[in-house]
């Protein structure tokens, strides 16, 4: 998945604080649940934490599965004689799992985010270290919506400002007014079935806009009705 900068590097920094919360769980992934139950990774903290991942993808089964699509966290203690997902337990604790936690992140709209928690070292943990968990969760799943609506508001200021500088260069380039020199770029928008950003970007970034001239016009000025 491509993600923008700064969520990536907020995406890192959940996985390496994560075990040092939680000094119990030795690996820690984030991972994207899709609703085929397959997951789709997005950072882990170690190799072994990535090859959990890939088991549970493997198997279609496990514990950050079901946390990621029910939405309730999953707590696996004494994983060799767990009976649940029996084929992604027999190859995880062939890899050494000892005890898993799966948690689902809050606040990601549509997407499924796991906060998958491993231990080669314990079958056994503190039961506040679940409820650790399920905080630590719900904070990163805070900052992760922030980083993503701060991105999308940055998005939104760029295109606006670039459909206002394009709506500038019209109004200067064909004398029109604000609201002729918006509707021609929204005409060439539809005539060249480019969404408006584009013809926007295009118009600013080229020597003769993105539709040039127009033709049969009068001094090169566009229609406006």
Not at 68 to 90: C, F, I, S
Request: aromatic share 4%.
């Amino acid at each position: 998945m491509q993600l923008p900068p700064d969520t990536a590097a907020d995406i890192d920094e959940i996985v390496v604080q994560a075990p040092r919360l939680l000094p119990e769980f030795e690996h820690v992934s984030l991972s994207v649940v899709q609703p085929s139950r397959k997951l789709e990774a997005l950072a882990a903290s170690t190799d072994l934490a990535a090859q959990f991942d890939a088991l549970q993808n493997q198997t279609r089964q496990g514990p950050c599965l079901d946390a990621g699509l029910e939405g309730e966290t999953v707590v696996v203690k004494n994983a060799p004689h767990e009976q649940r997902w029996p084929d992604y337990m027999r190859l995880a604790v062939e890899l050494g799992l000892r005890s898993q936690i799966g948690v689902r992140l809050q606040g990601q709209g549509k997407r499924l985010i796991g906060l998958n928690l491993y231990s080669t070292s314990h079958e056994e943990f503190d039961p506040g270290s679940v409820g650790l968990a399920e905080h630590f969760a719900v904070h990163a799943g805070l900052a992760l919506g922030q980083v993503r609506r701060e991105e999308q508001l940055r998005t939104a200021v760029g295109t606006r400002t670039m459909i206002g500088t394009a709506v500038g260069v019209v109004m200067e380039r064909y004398k029109l007014s604000q609201s002729e020199a918006f509707a021609y770029l929204v005409r060439q928008s539809n005539s060249q079935n480019q969404k408006l950003p584009v013809v926007a970007k295009d118009f600013v970034r080229t020597p003769n806009g993105s539709a040039g001239k127009p033709a049969g016009q009068r001094h090169g000025a566009p229609r406006t009705r």
